[in-house]
Structures are given as structure tokens and as C-alpha cells.
């Protein structure tokens, strides 16, 4: 039998949300004034937000621009090889100071009028500076800077006032994982990106889930990935998820005609994927040989744009740097034989949610009002403490709460 | 920190290198005048976005030599920052076949029709054994909903041999303008 909606459909998210912890209402998907709300309390929040790897600008002078929500970042590496994270903004008349999303500069110039500032923020040349208002001083009109932290390179920022230092907000079961996907120690190197843009919400694009994989992706089950034994799915109570999972080296069985594409060459083939998924939209992935940081950004209610940045390890020699250029450039992501799914998934989430009701978690749901902690690897219940965490930043009450 | 071998031997391109060689008026390929070389260049070109535009892409790898070809799409922004990583690498015949039974068995993805455009085929080098071929791009791309938009513009810059009485590429590199991909990239270009 089909199921009714009573109630007059408005597309607006409701305030209060259903008793039962597996119901997402569906109108927090394409909600326009909800994104504006998720800027604020998110995106500017007391939360840290990825936005980028220190081997993404490895020389002195090296920079890359990037949008948190609609604020435009410059990320740059001093004369004294330190990341700073500032406005992208001139500190006189708010002229966007960089344009180009990456490259290597001496100073930064704002062509408006010629001022001039250091690769560490300050402000070194001001033209006509004798004529200017009485209490002008040059010390004070440096780069506006954006408070930053790092985790084996990986830079982290937030424009909160009360965001909890990185280490509490990453927790205790984050760090061994990431570790282990960033090389063991985050020296890497940058081999390039695919960027994409999806007609999705940041919030369907991130809501990829442990049950879909085998489901989802034929190409796991042709390639005989099925999860294995070995791996788990454990979350934080601020909506982290981390995935290990077991890759079996593939037997031939007919349907790959070039098997050195799935060759697994690292150091721990018993667990080939690892995936860390951060609040509220960062994914990273290590898959066989592939490091694989997806730097997202929250371009409006329908619209994610995804940088996926591709890394090799310092250490590796001439044939491993090989071997990951070309698993890189034909497994994941948008053009990934194995899982391309995924972005025509985020585009048919986001249109087929708008229409009344609730998005439905049922694979390992075993309680209607606890938020589940322990679930297994291919359990979509994983997903639930983000979303609890999601409504509690964003104030949304549950049925019957006070 | 320095930048390693793998960065620096395809760093970035200077200006002086962008006008890139032409081959001379007269030359004499495999018996074929430079006129005639220029008409089979263009023949195998169209012959080939046929292929992909009308899905016949089964014999898509056929367009390429058996042993050793190299198929390649990548971003100009890539290229010009020395980077390496590609959307789509395949350096051997198996891998090309490998991704169109990927995306005729295994991807799951709305339909979409390609429209490929090409002009401005140069031939910039000539030697014994290969051609040259520098070409642009345009593809168009058709939406379920009937709505058409660019999907992809850029270079083709193909090396060219003759191989028992046919032309076949021995290197297609695709290099795209385009560098944010709508949604995601399924076929060849």
C-alpha cells in the first residue's frame, strides 16, 4: 500500500522534528532560507572547516584561494615557510586581493591602488599614505587573519568565537585513521585535482552512507569488494564518521582486462579503504594507493562544488608516483570507474527530496529514539549522530522536547 | 622544501614555447602528398567523434594502436601547474576496454548525448614514423530535459602513425579548458 501525506507541502524545513531518530525532514535539503541559517551557525559557527593540505603550496610564496560559505580565503606560505590563512580581501576599500586559485607570488597586489602586502600579511607599501585620514598607521592594516589549525597538514579554520580547540573537536577516533590515509605522517604531494560541480545540497553530498557501497557500486561486487571481516564504522558524538574496510586483492574473474589498474601496492592490503567524513562536509578517502582529500564547498542551497585533491606520499619512488597518477586519474570521483555513481546519486537525492515526508534510515536501526554509537560497517545508521548534531547546532527541537 | 622530479620535469610552460611548430607546405608521408595527409588526419578525427556521438563506443579502442597507446583527458590547469593527474588515463589497449564494460555493465548514471565539434586541425610535426596533430574541441552535451550546454572545450593533441594501410592514434591527450566538470564525466572524449 502507498503511504499519505496529510499536511500542505511548503518546501519550507520544519521547526520541529519527528520524535523518531531515523526521520530527516526532507525539506532540509532545498530549503533556501535554511542555507542562509547554515552559514551563520555552521559554515561562520564555532566549528572548524577543512580547506586545505600544506602540499597543496609546499614553497615559500606558494597560495591557493578558497570560499568558506561565501568568504573568500587566501591561504599562503610565508618567507618563513609558515601557512597563514587570511581574508582574501585588501585591507583598504575590500577589493578581492587574489584571483587566481593557485600559484606562486613575491607579495600580493591590490590593483585598485597599488597596495602592497607580504607574503606573512603585512602591509608594505600604501601609496599617497602622507595624505591619509589622521590616525592611519601602516602596522594596522596588515591581512585580516583567519584563526587556523593543522593536523599533519591538513589546515583547519574557524570563524567562531567559542570553537573548541582542534584536537577535542576531532576526538579520540579520528586522528588513528586520518594518520594512517594521510601516509602515517601527512608528507605528501600534490598530484592534481578533479574539480566538479554537483547540483546538490553540501548535506546530501555528504550523506553517502556504509550500506550503499556494495549496493550502489556494481563495480565493488565485480571486483569481489565486499567489506570483508576486518572492518568497522565508528562515529563522534559531533558528527564524524570514520570507515575502515578490507579490499581483497582481486581474482580475476573476467571482467577486468587490465589488472594492474587494481593492483593494491601499499603497506596494509588487509585494510585497502579508509574514509574519514567531518562535520559538516569534508571527505577524505585512501583507497588501494589512492589519497584522495575532497576539499567542498557549500555554494548555496543546490549547488556543492568539490575540489578532489589528489596526493602521492615524499617517500615514494618513481614507480610507486606512477602507479598512483593512474589509479587517481581512473577509480574515484567523478570520472571514477568505481564509483562514479555517486555523483548521479547526490543530483537524484537532492531533486527527490522535494517532495513531502522524510528521508528513512532503517539499515541498523535498532531504536527509534536513541542516536546509535555502535553500528556496523555497512550499517547507514553511521549517519545518525551527524544529523543529530546538525539539528542541535542549527535549534531545531524534536517532537516532545522542550 | 624542493619540488621533485616527477613536478619539475613537466613544469610549467614558458611563454616563448606556446607557438608551438608547424610542419612545412610540402611533404610526402607513407606516399601521401600533405594535402592528402591533412584530408586522412581529418577523416580519422570525424570518424572518431562519430563513433562517440552516435555510441558506438565498443569500437572506440579500435581507434587506437594495440600495443603501447596512451589515452589521456586532462585539465589545462593541471598542465600548466606540471601536474600529472588526469580525469581519465588508460596506457594500454585493456584499460580502454575496461572503461567502456565499466560504463556499459557496471556505472550507474543518466543518459546524456555528446556532440563533438572539431576544427582547426594542424598538423605541427612530421616524422617518419608519426604525426603531430593539434586540434580543438567543443563537445556539446544533452540533457534528459532536452536542454543542450557546453560540457567541455579544449585540445586535442594527438600523435598520429600509420599502421597496415590505416591511420591510428599511438597518443591522444585531451586537454580541457574546462576544469569544473559538470556532475561527472562518463565517456570519452
Known amino acids: ?402 | 622544501m624542493s619540488s621533485s622530479s616527477l613536478l619539475s620535469s613537466q613544469s610549467a610552460i614558458s611563454h616563448k614555447d606556446k607557438v608551438a611548430a608547424l610542419a612545412p607546405d610540402n611533404f610526402t608521408w607513407h606516399g601521401y602528398s600533405a594535402l592528402e595527409t591533412q584530408w586522412r588526419v581529418e577523416r580519422l578525427l570525424s570518424r572518431y567523434v562519430a563513433c562517440i556521438d552516435d555510441d558506438a563506443l565498443e569500437h572506440w579502442p579500435e581507434f587506437f594502436v594495440a600495443e603501447g597507446c596512451r589515452y589521456e583527458i586532462i585539465t589545462r590547469e593541471n598542465v600548466e601547474r606540471g601536474m600529472p593527474l588526469a580525469l581519465v588515463f588508460c596506457n594500454s589497449q585493456g584499460m580502454l576496454v575496461d572503461r567502456i564494460v565499466s560504463l556499459r555493465e557496471a556505472n550507474i548514471y543518466p543518459q546524456r548525448w555528446y556532440r563533438h565539434i572539431v576544427s582547426n586541425v594542424l598538423i605541427q610535426a612530421v616524422a617518419e614514423d608519426h604525426l603531430e596533430v593539434h586540434s580543438h574541441y567543443v563537445v556539446l552535451q544533452t540533457r534528459r530535459n532536452g536542454q543542450t550546454s557546453i560540457f567541455s572545450a579544449g585540445k586535442y593533441k594527438d600523435r598520429i602513425v600509420f599502421q597496415n594501410g590505416e591511420l591510428k592514434f599511438a597518443e591522444k591527450r585531451v586537454v580541457g579548458d574546462t576544469h569544473s566538470i559538470d556532475t561527472l564525466l562518463v565517456s570519452p572524449i
Request: hydrophobic share 35%; with cysteine.
Open chain 1, 1 to 402: 500500500m502507498s503511504s499519505q501525506c496529510s499536511d500542505n507541502y511548503t518546501g519550507k524545513a520544519p521547526a520541529v522534528w519527528p520524535a523518531k531518530v531515523n526521520q530527516i525532514p526532507k525539506e532540509v535539503f532545498g530549503d533556501e532560507a535554511l542555507f542562509e541559517e547554515e552559514l551563520k551557525k555552521i559554515f561562520y559557527g564555532d566549528c572548524w572547516h577543512v580547506v586545505g593540505h600544506f602540499a597543496e603550496i609546499p614553497n615559500a610564496g606558494d597560495f591557493k584561494t578558497f570560499d568558506l560559505g561565501r568568504v573568500p580565503l587566501l591561504i599562503s606560505r610565508g618567507k618563513d615557510n609558515q601557512v597563514r590563512v587570511f581574508f582574501n580581501s585588501c585591507t583598504h576599500r575590500g577589493n578581492q586581493l587574489e584571483v587566481a586559485t593557485s600559484g606562486n607570488r613575491k607579495e600580493f597586489e591590490c590593483p585598485y591602488h597599488r597596495w602592497l602586502f607580504s607574503l606573512e600579511g603585512a602591509l608594505t607599501a600604501c601609496p599617497g599614505s602622507k595624505e591619509f585620514a589622521p590616525d592611519f598607521k601602516q602596522e594596522n592594516f596588515g591581512l585580516m587573519e583567519v584563526k587556523s589549525a593543522q593536523f599533519m597538514g591538513i589546515i583547519f579554520v574557524t570563524m567562531g568565537k567559542n570553537t573548541p580547540p582542534l584536537t577535542e573537536w576531532l576526538g579520540e577516533i579520528v586522528p588513528p585513521t586520518l594518520s594512517t590515509l594521510l601516509g602515517g605522517d601527512g608528507r605528501l604531494k600534490l598530484l592534481g585535482y578533479q574539480k566538479v560541480r554537483y547540483d546538490s545540497n553540501w548535506k546530501g553530498y555528504n550523506d553517502n552512507d556504509g550500506y550503499h557501497a556494495p549496493m550502489l557500486h556494481t563495480a565493488f561486487r565485480l571486483l569481489n569488494w565486499q567489506g570483508g571481516t576486518t572492518g568497522f564504522q565508528r562515529m563522534t558524538k559531533n558528527g564524524h564518521v570514520v570507515f575502515e574496510a578490507e579490499l581483497k586483492a582481486i581474482q580475476n574473474n573476467g571482467f577486468v582486462n587490465d589488472p594492474s589498474l587494481v593492483e593494491f601496492k601499499g603497506s596494509d592490503p588487509a585494510k585497502g579503504s579508509r574514509i574519514v567524513q567531518f562535520f559538516p562536509a569534508t571527505v577524505m578517502v585512501k583507497h588501494l594507493d589512492i589519497i584522495n582529500l575532497r576539499f567542498a564547498m557549500a555554494r548555496s542551497h543546490d549547488v556543492t562544488e568539490v575540489h578532489y585533491a589528489y596526493f602521492a606520499h615524499e617517500d615514494d619512488d618513481e614507480a610507486m608516483i606512477q602507479h598512483r597518477i593512474r589509479q587517481s586519474s581512473n577509480l574515484l570521483g567523478p570520472c571514477g570507474m568505481i564509483s562514479m555513481e555517486d555523483a548521479a546519486i547526490f543530483q537524484r537525492i537532492h531533486i527527490g527530496n522535494q517532495t513531502p515526508g522524510f528521508a528513512e534510515f532503517q539499515k541498523g536501526v535498532t531504536s527509534l529514539s536513541e542516536i546509535p554509537m555502535d553500528v556496523k560497517q555497512n550499517d547507514e545508521t553511521g549517519n545518525l549522530p551527524r544529523w543529530e548534531h546538525y539539528r542541535k547546532v542549527m535549534g531545531f527541537k524534536r517532537e516532545g522536547e522542550k
